[in-house]
């Protein structure tokens, strides 16, 4: 059976399972979904890099710099993230999940 090697020497993929943790440790609330994760460095943002959530796999749940956190509710310590994606400076800009429902 082959390995998996790394893809690029910058890209790194992961699992986490919820419930997100705060900075302080503490248990981010009703959140029991797992997470698949992919961090990399990117030339537009050297310090913190980029970090890509997917929740349970298949939906896109988080877009922005490596912080740790796995939704941006539990980055921020607010609530009305819940659904937020990418999270911009610019609210005109910011991108929220929406659920499909097939017909």
């Known amino acids: 059976m082959r390995k998996w090697g790394p893809l690029h020497p910058l890209l790194r993929f992961g699992t ?3 419930p997100d ?3 302080s440790g503490r248990a981010g609330g009703d959140d029991d979904n797992w997470y698949v994760v992919m961090e ?3 030339a537009w943002d050297a310090e913190d890099g980029i970090m890509l959530v997917w929740r349970n796999g298949t939906t896109l749940s988080k877009v922005g710099p490596y ?3 796995l939704t ?3 980055a921020y310590g607010d609530e009305t993230l819940r659904d937020v994606v990418y999270k911009a400076r610019n609210t005109e800009y910011m991108t ?3 659920e499909l429902v097939s017909r």
């Open 72 to 74: 941006n509710k539990n």
């Open 67 to 69: 912080n740790g956190h």
């Open 16 to 18: 986490a399972s919820g």
């Open 21 to 23: 943790r705060s900075p």
């Open 96 to 98: 929220r999940i929406v």
């Open 40 to 42: 990399a460095e990117c």
